[in-house]
Protein backbone atom coordinates (compact mmCIF):
# COMPACT_ATOMS: atom_id res chain seq x y z
CA UNK A 1 0.00 0.00 0.00
CA UNK A 2 1.19 3.57 -1.00
CA UNK A 3 1.85 6.37 2.00
CA UNK A 4 -1.35 8.04 3.41
CA UNK A 5 -1.79 11.51 2.69
CA UNK A 6 -4.52 11.65 5.79
CA UNK A 7 -2.99 13.90 8.38
CA UNK A 8 -0.65 15.54 6.12
CA UNK A 9 -0.70 18.64 4.85
CA UNK A 10 -0.46 19.40 1.11
CA UNK A 11 0.41 23.45 0.09
CA UNK A 12 -1.57 24.03 -3.34
CA UNK A 13 -0.73 27.33 -5.40
CA UNK A 14 -3.47 28.40 -7.57
CA UNK A 15 -2.74 31.39 -9.84
CA UNK A 16 -4.31 34.51 -9.06
CA UNK A 17 -5.37 34.79 -12.55
CA UNK A 18 -7.55 31.34 -12.07
CA UNK A 19 -8.74 32.74 -8.61
CA UNK A 20 -10.43 36.23 -10.79
CA UNK A 21 -11.70 34.09 -13.09
CA UNK A 22 -13.26 31.53 -10.50
CA UNK A 23 -14.96 34.89 -8.65
CA UNK A 24 -16.21 36.67 -12.16
CA UNK A 25 -17.45 32.88 -12.62
CA UNK A 26 -19.62 32.65 -9.46
CA UNK A 27 -20.56 36.72 -10.07
CA UNK A 28 -22.22 35.73 -13.15
CA UNK A 29 -23.77 32.84 -12.21
CA UNK A 30 -25.27 34.88 -9.40
CA UNK A 31 -26.54 37.55 -11.36
CA UNK A 32 -27.85 35.37 -13.87
CA UNK A 33 -30.22 33.41 -11.65
CA UNK A 34 -31.17 36.64 -9.94
CA UNK A 35 -31.84 38.42 -13.74
CA UNK A 36 -35.73 37.54 -13.58
CA UNK A 37 -36.53 38.35 -9.79
CA UNK A 38 -38.48 41.25 -9.26
CA UNK A 39 -39.08 42.85 -5.90
CA UNK A 40 -42.91 44.31 -5.62
CA UNK A 41 -45.79 43.92 -7.59
CA UNK A 42 -46.18 43.20 -11.65
CA UNK A 43 -49.00 45.47 -11.30
CA UNK A 44 -48.58 48.12 -14.08
CA UNK A 45 -47.93 51.36 -12.38
CA UNK A 46 -51.22 53.21 -13.72
CA UNK A 47 -53.13 51.04 -11.57
CA UNK A 48 -53.56 52.71 -7.74
CA UNK A 49 -57.01 52.72 -6.84
CA UNK A 50 -59.13 49.40 -6.79
CA UNK A 51 -63.03 49.12 -6.11
CA UNK A 52 -64.37 46.15 -4.72
CA UNK A 53 -68.45 45.66 -4.67
CA UNK A 54 -69.90 43.40 -2.48
CA UNK A 55 -69.47 39.70 -3.65
CA UNK A 56 -72.33 38.21 -5.49
CA UNK A 57 -73.47 34.69 -3.83
CA UNK A 58 -74.15 31.82 -5.68
CA UNK A 59 -74.08 29.29 -2.89
CA UNK A 60 -76.77 28.56 -0.29
CA UNK A 61 -74.71 29.71 2.34
CA UNK A 62 -75.86 32.88 3.78
CA UNK A 63 -73.90 35.84 4.30
CA UNK A 64 -70.49 33.91 2.84
CA UNK A 65 -70.72 37.33 0.37
CA UNK A 66 -70.69 39.64 2.76
CA UNK A 67 -67.53 38.02 5.09
CA UNK A 68 -65.49 36.98 1.75
CA UNK A 69 -66.08 40.95 0.51
CA UNK A 70 -64.82 42.18 4.19
CA UNK A 71 -61.99 40.00 4.00
CA UNK A 72 -60.77 40.25 0.61
CA UNK A 73 -60.65 44.49 0.99
CA UNK A 74 -58.95 43.99 4.56
CA UNK A 75 -56.52 41.43 2.84
CA UNK A 76 -55.88 44.83 0.01
CA UNK A 77 -55.79 47.32 2.57
CA UNK A 78 -52.97 44.69 4.70
CA UNK A 79 -50.88 44.21 1.27
CA UNK A 80 -51.29 48.68 0.50
CA UNK A 81 -50.12 48.01 -3.17
CA UNK A 82 -54.07 49.38 -4.25
CA UNK A 83 -55.67 51.53 -2.21
CA UNK A 84 -59.48 50.62 -2.06
CA UNK A 85 -61.87 53.12 -2.90
CA UNK A 86 -65.69 53.50 -3.41
CA UNK A 87 -65.37 55.88 -6.11
CA UNK A 88 -63.30 56.72 -9.63
CA UNK A 89 -60.88 53.65 -8.81
CA UNK A 90 -58.62 52.54 -11.85
CA UNK A 91 -59.56 48.74 -11.15
CA UNK A 92 -62.61 46.62 -10.64
CA UNK A 93 -63.00 43.62 -8.81
CA UNK A 94 -66.21 41.64 -9.12
CA UNK A 95 -66.06 38.53 -7.19
CA UNK A 96 -69.30 35.48 -6.95
CA UNK A 97 -68.70 33.08 -4.62
CA UNK A 98 -69.35 30.10 -6.59
CA UNK A 99 -68.65 26.90 -4.53
CA UNK A 100 -68.52 26.11 -0.45
CA UNK A 101 -67.40 22.55 -0.44
CA UNK A 102 -66.84 20.19 3.15
CA UNK A 103 -65.15 16.78 2.07
CA UNK A 104 -63.93 14.42 4.33
CA UNK A 105 -60.15 13.95 3.73
CA UNK A 106 -59.30 11.59 6.47
CA UNK A 107 -60.98 8.21 8.20
CA UNK A 108 -60.62 6.91 11.16
CA UNK A 109 -60.95 3.16 11.93
CA UNK A 110 -64.21 2.40 9.69
CA UNK A 111 -66.48 5.14 7.82
CA UNK A 112 -66.25 7.99 9.99
CA UNK A 113 -64.76 10.85 8.85
CA UNK A 114 -61.93 12.24 11.21
CA UNK A 115 -60.83 15.56 9.24
CA UNK A 116 -62.31 17.78 6.59
CA UNK A 117 -61.25 20.27 4.29
CA UNK A 118 -63.50 22.93 4.28
CA UNK A 119 -62.90 24.98 0.68
CA UNK A 120 -64.77 27.99 -0.73
CA UNK A 121 -64.31 29.10 -3.96
CA UNK A 122 -64.90 32.46 -6.13
CA UNK A 123 -65.07 33.47 -9.55
CA UNK A 124 -63.62 36.96 -10.10
CA UNK A 125 -63.25 39.25 -12.31
CA UNK A 126 -60.71 42.51 -12.51
CA UNK A 127 -61.34 45.27 -14.79
CA UNK A 128 -59.63 48.33 -15.91
CA UNK A 129 -62.31 50.85 -15.22
CA UNK A 130 -60.64 53.65 -17.31
CA UNK A 131 -60.10 51.83 -20.70
CA UNK A 132 -63.28 49.60 -19.97
CA UNK A 133 -61.83 46.62 -20.44
CA UNK A 134 -61.66 42.94 -18.58
CA UNK A 135 -57.96 42.22 -17.78
CA UNK A 136 -59.20 38.89 -17.02
CA UNK A 137 -62.70 37.46 -15.95
CA UNK A 138 -64.27 34.27 -14.69
CA UNK A 139 -61.53 33.09 -13.00
CA UNK A 140 -61.81 30.95 -10.07
CA UNK A 141 -59.77 31.14 -6.54
CA UNK A 142 -60.44 29.39 -4.23
CA UNK A 143 -59.39 29.42 -0.38
CA UNK A 144 -59.14 26.22 2.05
CA UNK A 145 -58.32 24.61 5.42
CA UNK A 146 -58.56 21.46 7.13
CA UNK A 147 -60.15 20.96 10.28
CA UNK A 148 -60.60 17.86 12.76
CA UNK A 149 -64.56 16.22 12.98
CA UNK A 150 -65.34 17.40 16.37
CA UNK A 151 -68.62 16.42 18.17
CA UNK A 152 -70.62 19.16 16.69
CA UNK A 153 -69.29 18.97 12.80
CA UNK A 154 -71.28 22.64 12.29
CA UNK A 155 -69.59 24.45 15.04
CA UNK A 156 -65.95 22.86 13.98
CA UNK A 157 -66.76 24.45 10.47
CA UNK A 158 -67.76 27.61 11.66
CA UNK A 159 -64.47 27.58 13.47
CA UNK A 160 -62.73 26.77 10.35
CA UNK A 161 -64.32 29.39 8.26
CA UNK A 162 -62.11 32.53 9.22
CA UNK A 163 -58.88 30.40 8.19
CA UNK A 164 -60.46 28.99 4.80
CA UNK A 165 -61.47 32.89 4.14
CA UNK A 166 -58.19 34.40 5.65
CA UNK A 167 -56.39 31.92 2.62
CA UNK A 168 -59.12 32.96 -0.18
CA UNK A 169 -58.18 36.77 0.22
CA UNK A 170 -54.54 35.92 0.62
CA UNK A 171 -54.91 33.99 -3.06
CA UNK A 172 -57.31 36.65 -4.24
CA UNK A 173 -55.35 39.46 -3.79
CA UNK A 174 -51.75 37.75 -5.12
CA UNK A 175 -53.94 37.18 -8.33
CA UNK A 176 -54.80 40.88 -8.27
CA UNK A 177 -51.14 42.41 -7.61
CA UNK A 178 -49.21 39.44 -8.91
CA UNK A 179 -51.28 37.45 -11.78
CA UNK A 180 -50.23 39.49 -14.60
Not at 7 to 34: Q, S, T
Not at 121 to 133: H, P
Request: proline share 6%; net charge negative; with cysteine.
Amino acid sequence: MGPSLIGKERNVKIPFAVKVMVFLLVACMGLAGCAGYRVGTLLPERYKTIGVPMFKNATNQPNIESLATNVVIEQLNVDRTLQVVNRDPDLLLECEVVGYVRTPIRYAGGARPQEYRLTITVSATLSDVREGKDLWSNRPISGNFDFPAGGDLHSSERMALPMVMEDLAHDVVEAVVEGW
